[in-house]
């Protein structure tokens, strides 16, 4: 199945080959389950792992839970996806055995389809910070969890969010009360990164506008709340991801009178 998977999945841009520690025959019932999505693995064979040139490898996934894995002893990357065998349970179904079959089909699926998207990642922000804030009932009671879990005092404090910096980690982890307000950026809920500079929050927008991800905000100096050179970005799911710089002083001297952001780009219509 996984083969027959992934075939489908990478087409000829990857050379797919798989094996066993115990070949015997391609299961009936996994034939079926894959026919079900319209991948015929009617004609494939059950191989040994040995028969495998270890050369013409780069990576190798493990499927194996409760059974040995087998054994590969050449150099590639190795992952291990820890999959139950839906073979072996004669004494149920014929019904109950097709979905055990169905439910490791999809879950080869969802891995492959996240090894695919990983695969040829364009060059990203290369951060120098994380910056991270989460919504919570108790302030106080979290704000103390968490100064218990991370090992530090916050940094500072309103009665809506609790700011903690871990400069060793390179991380701003910040606390916001959930109180029935509106959330935007000013409540600091959201995920950012940061970066060493103006040049470098312009470069990281070119790079996002050419891996294809989607701009909430083009890069621009703003001088109101905390002044930030910063782009705004929109992950998959519509979470707001920043990329932002701290100002130099210099760059903090020259601020315009009306402190209306300054866009570092040419904005499109």
């Not at 199945?1 to 066993?20: K, N, P, Y």
């Not at 109950?96 to 891995?111: C, K, N, V």
């Not at 000013?186 to 312009?202: E, F, N, P, S």
Request: net charge negative; aromatic share 8%.
């Amino acid at each position: 199945m996984a083969e027959g998977l992934a075939r489908r999945l990478f087409g000829d841009t990857v050379r797919v080959q798989s094996a066993g520690s115990k070949p015997t025959r391609v299961n009936p019932l996994a034939i079926q389950v894959m026919a079900e999505i319209g991948i015929d693995i009617s004609g494939y064979v059950s191989k040994s792992v040995d028969s495998i040139d270890q050369v013409t490898v780069d990576t190798v996934i493990r499927l194996c839970a409760e059974e040995v894995c087998p054994v590969f002893l050449g150099r590639a990357q190795r992952l291990h996806w820890p999959i139950p065998d839906p073979a072996g349970y004669e004494e149920e179904t014929h019904e109950q055995q097709i979905e055990r079959f169905r439910a490791a089909r999809e879950q080869i699926r969802g891995r492959l389809a996240v090894l695919a998207a990983l695969r040829d990642v364009p060059a990203g922000p290369n951060p120098d910070e994380f910056h991270c804030s989460v919504r919570v009932h108790d302030l106080p009671r979290s704000a103390r969890f968490y100064a218990w879990l991370l090992g530090t005092q916050p940094k500072e404090w309103t009665h809506r969010y609790v700011t903690f910096h871990l400069p060793h980690r390179h991380t701003n982890f910040v606390l916001l009360v959930s109180d029935g307000k509106e959330l935007h950026h000013d409540t600091l809920y959201h995920l950012g990164i940061g970066v060493a500079d103006k040049q470098a929050v312009i470069d990281r927008y070119y790079r996002a506008v050419a891996a294809g991800w989607t701009i909430d905000k083009p890069p621009r100096t703003t001088w109101r709340g905390t002044p930030l050179h910063e782009l705004w970005l929109t992950d998959p799911d519509g979470n707001l991801v920043e990329v932002y710089a701290r100002l130099t002083d210099a760059e903090w001297a020259a601020r315009p009178a009306d402190d209306e952001p300054v866009f570092l780009v040419s904005r499109s219509p």
